[in-house]
């Protein structure tokens, strides 16, 4: 389906994903997992997940280039769709992510959605975005509840994608997000914590389904 919709799923119980995953996986873009998923599934909640949705692996990864090419290859055997890393570690390191990752679309985060990112990561936007550029990365994480800095991250880098969080349970709106750059929007409290999720998701996906930046 031609969907602009990421729900990032994060929650303790992989019965729930799975049966989350069967339920919504053909009306949206992708899942989005994170640690809570793997550490109590371990990296297989990848392969099961993706019988339903495309997933992304959204580990933040951000170490030594060796530490983080493990880390790509074994999210890449389990079939992952994407998988989301810091651009902050270095170029080195971003570099062995995208080399191990092989044909799993990488995201770097070049700016973040919380009030504490202005403590230091927004205060280096055009470095991560040099650095993620050079990296040949797929595409960026920039906040869909900042739309001061979305709209300088997709002038920097007009041609990547961007993909936004921040958006309900954050403050953002899905359809200013999409009309500032971002091609997709990640939602997560937003539909998993509303008693009618699945139809969380259509109506977020009838916001944004027509617009274009
Ligand atoms: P929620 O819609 O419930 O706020 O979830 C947002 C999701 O996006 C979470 O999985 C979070 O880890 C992720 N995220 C974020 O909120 N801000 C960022 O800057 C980067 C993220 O990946």
């Known amino acids: 389906m031609d969907s602009k919709l990421v729900i990032a799923l994060?929650?303790?119980?992989?019965?729930?994903?799975?049966?989350?995953?069967?339920?919504?996986?053909?009306?949206?873009?992708?899942?989005?997992i994170n640690w809570p998923l793997v550490m109590v599934?371990?990296?297989?909640?990848?392969?099961?997940?993706?019988?339903?949705?495309?997933?992304?692996?959204?580990?933040?990864?951000?170490?030594?280039?060796?530490t983080n090419r493990l880390i790509a290859e074994k999210v890449a055997e389990n079939g992952a769709w994407g998988v989301i890393s810091h651009a902050f570690a270095g170029s080195d390191s971003l570099k062995a992510v995208v080399e191990a990752a092989k044909n799993v679309k990488v995201f770097s985060v070049v700016a973040m959605s919380h009030p504490g990112s202005g403590?230091?990561?927004?205060?280096?936007?055009?470095?991560?975005?040099?650095?993620?550029?050079?990296a040949d990365?797929?595409?960026?994480?920039?906040?869909?509840?900042?739309?001061?800095?979305?709209?300088?991250?997709k002038k920097m880098?007009?041609?990547?994608?961007?993909?936004?969080?921040?958006?309900?349970a954050q403050g953002g709106s899905a359809s200013l997000a999409i009309l500032n750059g971002s091609?997709?929007?990640i939602v997560g409290r937003s539909v998993y914590d509303d008693p009618d999720p699945l139809m969380k998701a259509r109506e977020f996906n009838r916001e944004i389904s027509n617009i274009k930046h």
Do not use: H, T
Not at 52 to 66: E, F, G, Q, T
Not at 119 to 129: A, F, P, R, T, Y
Not at 157 to 168: Q, V
């Open 157 to 168: 880098a007009p041609g990547m994608k961007i993909l936004s969080p921040g958006i309900g």
């Open 41 to 66: 599934r371990g990296a297989s909640i990848i392969s099961e997940l993706s019988q339903y949705s495309r997933v992304i692996c959204d580990l933040k990864i951000a170490d030594i280039p060796n």
């Open 183 to 185: 091609d997709y929007v």
């Open 119 to 134: 403590d230091l990561i927004s205060g280096s936007l055009e470095d991560l975005v040099r650095i993620s550029i050079e």
């Open 10 to 32: 994060d929650v303790f119980d992989a019965d729930f994903a799975v049966y989350f995953a069967r339920m919504i996986g053909r009306e949206i873009f992708a899942i989005k």
């Open 137 to 153: 990365v797929y595409g960026l994480i920039a906040p869909g509840n900042d739309l001061d800095m979305l709209k300088r991250v």
